[in-house]
């Protein structure tokens, strides 16, 4: 899975599988995470939230679990499709006291779908 | 709505020359961000402004300087380009207020310096 600094992962999946893209985090403190994905050439696009008070949350074909004791995030694409090929960033706020919202963003996982 | 536009899309520079990367936003946001993104690695908060009026230092931000113009739009400048500063740069804006902290990301200007 990505964290902070790493060579970028790779994942590649058949089409119609279920992809889990992995994500840890540093900040206990954290109290909030998005996912997003990029797809090549383009900007980051918001695929979905989850707050620190929640273990899951679903989206349409997509799913984010929380894990708040070992600091991990996780993000599942169900019936993987070709144009979920992308690379697929977590991100967590870090906001400081009294200014303005601010994210952190992992190295990102390059999700390749093979058909 | 456009959401968050840049200008331009592609930029070669040489060394020691200077230029202003434009970032523009519709959606009436407070916050304005400029990231870099470099190979393998994720965004770099360069500088960010928490509403008109206001900027602040991100993680990265020597050799860039900013200016908010108005609330819509957000510029960077480098004033003397160096070959590290070749990456991809990108524009976002949030809400200040929303409960959500989503960032909304311009399509990025790809810089090459030589």
């Known amino acids: 899975g990505e964290s902070v600094g790493l060579h970028l992962p790779t994942l590649s999946v058949q089409e119609g599988d279920n992809s889990i893209i992995n994500c840890a985090y540093s900040?206990?403190?954290?109290?909030?995470f998005i996912w997003y994905k990029q797809e090549s050439g383009k900007g980051p696009q918001f695929i979905i939230d989850?707050?620190?008070?929640?273990d899951k949350r679903q989206g349409q074909r997509v799913t984010v679990l929380l894990n708040k004791t070992v600091k991990h995030l996780s993000l599942q694409i169900a019936a993987t499709q070709p144009g979920d090929s992308a690379v697929y960033f977590c991100a967590e706020n870090i906001t400081p006291p009294g200014s303005a919202r601010q994210l952190t963003f992992g190295s990102g996982t390059q999700l390749t779908v093979l058909p | 709505n456009a959401g968050v536009t840049q200008t331009p899309k592609f930029q070669v520079l040489k060394t020691g020359q200077s230029m202003t990367l434009q970032c523009a936003q519709d959606?009436?946001?407070?916050?304005m961000y400029w990231y870099r993104q470099d190979p393998g690695m994720g965004l770099r908060l360069i500088y960010y402004s928490a509403s008109e009026g206001t900027t602040d230092k991100g993680e990265v931000p020597n050799g860039y300087n900013v200016s908010r113009l108005n609330k819509r739009e957000f510029s960077l400048r480098l004033e003397s380009a160096a070959p590290s500063q070749t990456s991809v740069y990108f524009c976002a804006s949030s809400e200040r207020d929303s409960s959500s902290y989503e960032q909304y990301f311009g399509p990025g200007t790809r810089l090459t310096v030589t």
């Open positions: 900040n206990s403190a954290s109290d909030y």
């Open positions: 989850i707050r620190s008070n929640m």
């Open positions: 959606m009436n946001h407070n916050s």
